[in-house]
């Protein structure tokens, strides 16, 4: 399986801060670090504002204190900001902690809180930079120092991140949160258990017509563990039945992992359901195809060892074309007891 190592976060930051050019697009990575720049431009030009007004007042020590004043406003606006969708105001005037507030799935709020902070941080750096700017004092070069210090490890966090999120290849960022389709307490359950379990053999199938939700789930729940920094990879079961040529090992450029070193695999579109009615992917020719090159050894080994998330038509759990797919993992050598199912069903 993948992992990222030092050289490899040094040759994409290489990449955003040398080679970004507005025909190469823009990278995840490259949208943190220009939004934590923003923050701290946002801490930087207030203070020198603030600064100015309180220079005329005549008021000591004025750069230390505009650097206090917007960090401690930057501290205000972010903490109802974050208590906001967390806080439910009664009609009798109580607040009362409110963590689902109508999520069908919560928020990572602990991942949440760890962002949040991040931002407090670039904030206050930037406002004390330009305390140190303007007339530097032991205090602001003490801040400064201790913010240079804290924010070492959450740079090095949300960069390697992002580096994940990007690599997998999703078609769309989609927290699991924002799901918010209706769904059985026994799914949901399924859907946070994958979420805990170890890398390796753990199947999920995800059954539901047009507009249930299933592809946004899938990428949903891969995205959470991207985040958790497992490789990921997303792919349609047309463009996986090419894959199923590749040799063992094979690299492709640009590309930091490929689906066969991926911890997960998403495989969407396996059959589109109604309006269609007629079965374009059966297990026959799936596993006709994925046996091709490698003469049932590697591409079924890879089935058997990954973490996959297959999304599928509108196929019941109890139909015969779906047990036709748990036969042909079953016959890879894959346990009853690996294999989740969540249908949706018809919205």
């Not at 205000?76 to 902690?97: A, Q």
């Not at 700017?133 to 090095?156: D, E, H, K, N, S």
Request: hydrophobic share 40%; with cysteine; charged share 15%.
């Amino acid at each position: 399986m993948f992992k990222l190592s030092g050289s490899d976060i040094l040759k994409q930051l290489k990449f955003d801060l040398i080679g970004k050019d507005s025909y190469r697009g823009i990278t995840f990575t490259y949208s943190w670090m220009a939004n934590q720049f923003g923050h701290f431009g946002l801490g930087f030009i207030p203070t020198l504002l603030l600064y100015a007004g309180l220079n005329k007042l005549q008021m000591p020590a004025a750069q230390l204190w505009a650097a206090v004043i917007i960090s401690g406003t930057w501290l205000c606006f972010e903490t109802y900001n974050f208590l906001g969708p967390l806080l439910k105001f009664k009609s009798s005037k109580k607040v009362k902690l409110n963590a689902d507030n109508g999520y069908t799935f919560s928020p990572a709020w602990g991942n949440v809180t760890f962002d949040t902070l991040t931002d407090l941080c670039f904030f206050w750096l930037g406002a004390f930079s330009a305390s140190l700017t303007l007339a530097p004092t032991q205090t602001a070069w003490l801040v400064f120092g201790i913010l240079i210090i804290a924010l070492l490890y959450p740079c090095r966090y949300w960069y390697t991140t992002k580096i994940y999120l990007q690599a997998a290849q999703y078609p769309a960022q989609f927290r699991l949160s924002q799901w918010s389709f209706a769904i059985p307490d026994l799914y949901k359950s399924i859907v946070e258990s994958y979420l805990q379990a170890e890398m390796g053999g753990q199947h999920l199938f995800i059954l539901g017509s047009e507009k249930s939700g299933k592809t946004s789930l899938g990428i949903g729940i891969a995205t959470e563990l991207s985040i958790k920094h497992h490789s990921c990879y997303y792919t349609t079961a047309m463009k996986l039945f090419n894959l199923f040529f590749d040799p063992p090992g094979k690299k492709y450029p640009n590309c930091l992992w490929t689906w066969q070193n991926a911890s997960v695999w998403v495989i969407d579109d396996i059959n589109p359901g109604p309006p269609i009615k007629e079965t374009i992917i059966n297990m026959t020719t799936f596993k006709g195809i994925l046996d091709n090159y490698t003469l049932n050894k590697e591409n079924r080994r890879m089935i058997r060892e990954k973490n996959i998330i297959w999304v599928m038509g509108s196929e019941t759990p109890d139909s015969e074309l779906y047990k036709t797919w748990l036969q042909m993992l079953a016959e890879f050598g894959v346990a009853s007891q690996n294999i989740k199912t969540i249908y949706l069903g018809t919205p």
